[in-house]
């Protein structure tokens, strides 16, 4: 069964540092998609990246960049020189291709507090 | 890219009625839809997954009976919450999967801005 760890429940950093969030995945799948997605206050899910499980490149964009690793099944997304408006709550998710039906299981979600 | 709408954004009943939730996708048709439940301060639990003119397939621990889903065209999913108790006071989130002009289904996944019901 498909399953995603959010270790990190919250997180609090100053505007300006660099900050890491975890994410571990489980699944039996060989091919799956990897997310992440940021919800601020309001509610609403703005997705941030995909990634499918053939594709282990890095990636960055702008302040963003996403670490996937598969032989530690893990996803992980830093944030460089944080802003306060990068505040929100960031999930992980994961759907699994052939075994689970396209269906988008997320993480516990990991809350980031940027002070000024 | 593509737009999913979710109406209303947010609903208070008295408990006991039954409310209706309407998940759209506005320029893609959707043949499959997903309905996620969040309580405050947690993750995403998803609920149930909808194929157009098919049965929805309710995730273990969901009752069906009480979480309504219809599926009736490829642009439209509604969730109805019978007879809400204020334990159903959450935040309902519904996504769409669209279908590919050769076939299959398409990867993306496009979320709805949320519904917020609160049962009294």
């Known amino acids: 069964a498909q399953k995603v760890t959010q270790a990190q429940t919250e997180i609090s950093v100053v505007e300006k540092e660099d900050v890491t969030l975890d994410c571990v995945y489980e699944t039996r799948d060989t091919t799956y998609y990897l997310f992440w997605y940021k919800q601020p206050p309001s509610g609403e899910l703005v997705f941030l990246i995909r990634r499918n499980s053939f594709d282990e490149q890095n990636e960055i964009s702008g302040r963003y960049s996403w670490n996937f690793q598969k032989s530690t099944s893990s996803f992980n997304f830093t944030i460089t020189a944080s802003q306060v408006v990068d505040s929100a709550v960031y999930f992980c998710a994961l759907s699994e291709v052939n075994t689970g039906g396209f269906k988008t299981i997320f993480g516990a979600g990991t809350r980031l507090f940027v002070k000024a | 890219g593509a737009v999913v709408s979710q109406h209303p954004s947010r609903v208070i009943c008295k408990s006991g009625t039954s409310v209706k939730i309407e998940c759209r996708s506005l320029?893609?048709?959707?043949?499959?839809m997903f309905w996620y439940r969040q309580f405050p301060k947690q993750s995403l639990m998803l609920m149930a997954t909808?194929?157009?003119?098919?049965?929805?397939?309710?995730e273990q621990g969901v009752e069906k009976d009480k979480f309504l889903i219809n599926h009736a065209s490829l642009t439209l999913s509604t969730l109805t919450v019978t007879s809400a108790h204020p334990e159903d006071s959450s935040f309902y989130i519904c996504s769409a999967r669209g279908g590919l002009a050769g076939g299959g289904l398409t990867y993306e996944q496009y979320f709805g801005p949320g519904t917020r019901l609160t049962v009294t």
């Open positions: 909808s194929n157009e003119g098919s049965k929805a397939t309710y």
């Open positions: 320029d893609f048709q959707a043949t499959t």
